[in-house]
Antibody, heavy 115, light 109 residues
Framework: EVQLVESGGGLVQPGGSLRLSCAAS????????MNWVRQAPGKGLEWVAY????????YYADSLQGRFTISRDNAKSSLFLRISNLRAEDTAVYYC????????WGQGTLVTVSS | EIVLTQSPGSLSLSPGERATVSCRAS???????FAWYQHKPGQAPRLLLY???TRAPGIPDRFSGSGSGTDFTLTISRLEPEDSAVYYC??????????FGQGTKLEIK
């Protein structure tokens, strides 16, 4: 069974940094591109970042202004998202998703940015 | 950035009726890279359709999609109570930015 399990969310102060992780299982992780998608409270889905299976191509949403870094470790079947200089508007549930389009989603990890 | 605008923002229908959700893109989108998702509270979003009209595995044939260029449509025929959810359109073809519509909330009375 395909599983994507996010972790690393929590309460963070504005200006802080965070590294989210996604543990994948039930499929050949190294064969799939991956994404991060987020949903702020009461808002819709927002695509954040995309990485190909070999990390050869990476895309980010322009609005994120260079504060986000997506990466992966195929040997450990893991996807990561580092977020720096966190702002209140980064408060959201962050989902790890597989493939393009996203055919499998994790349950998400909540990031709350507040002092 | 391609902006996707969905209409209506919400709709309320009875079981057995048909729901139609529209998605208009600010510029032409390849239908090969257009999808629809269903999102229920407390659950992960679920891929319904990709390539504008191809159902994802396990999706009942009550769900169908059509469209090309800038106008796409999701149709749900014979509504069932479990179809209550927010539905999103999504384009994933124009790199480097992929975008979602703002969502359409469907209530089954």
């Amino acid at each position: 069974e395909v599983q994507l399990v996010e972790s690393g969310g929590g309460l963070v102060q504005p200006g802080g940094s965070l590294r989210l992780s996604c543990a994948a299982s039930g499929f050949t992780f190294s064969s799939y591109s991956m994404n991060w998608v987020r949903q702020a409270p009461g808002k819709g889905l927002e695509w954040v970042a995309y990485i190909t299976s070999t990390s050869g191509t990476i895309y980010y949403a322009d609005s994120l202004q260079g504060r986000f870094t997506i990466s992966r470790d195929n040997a450990k079947s893991s996807l990561f998202l580092r977020i720096s200089n966190l702002r209140a508007e980064d408060t959201a549930v962050y989902y790890c998703t597989r493939n393009r389009p996203s055919d499998r989603w994790g349950q998400g990890t909540l990031v709350t940015v507040s002092s | 950035e391609i902006v996707l605008t969905q209409s209506p923002g919400s709709l309320s229908l009875s079981p057995g009726e048909r729901a139609t959700v529209s998605c208009r893109a600010s510029q032409s989108v390849s239908s090969s890279y257009f999808a629809w998702y269903q999102h229920k509270p407390g659950q992960a979003p679920r891929l319904l359709l990709y390539g504008a009209s191809t159902r994802a595995p396990g999706i009942p044939d009550r769900f169908s999609g059509s469209g090309s260029g800038t106008d796409f449509t999701l149709t749900i025929s014979r509504l069932e109570p479990e179809d209550s959810a927010v539905y999103y359109c999504h384009q994933y073809g124009t790199s480097p930015e992929y975008t979602f519509g703002q969502g359409t909330k469907l209530e089954i009375k």
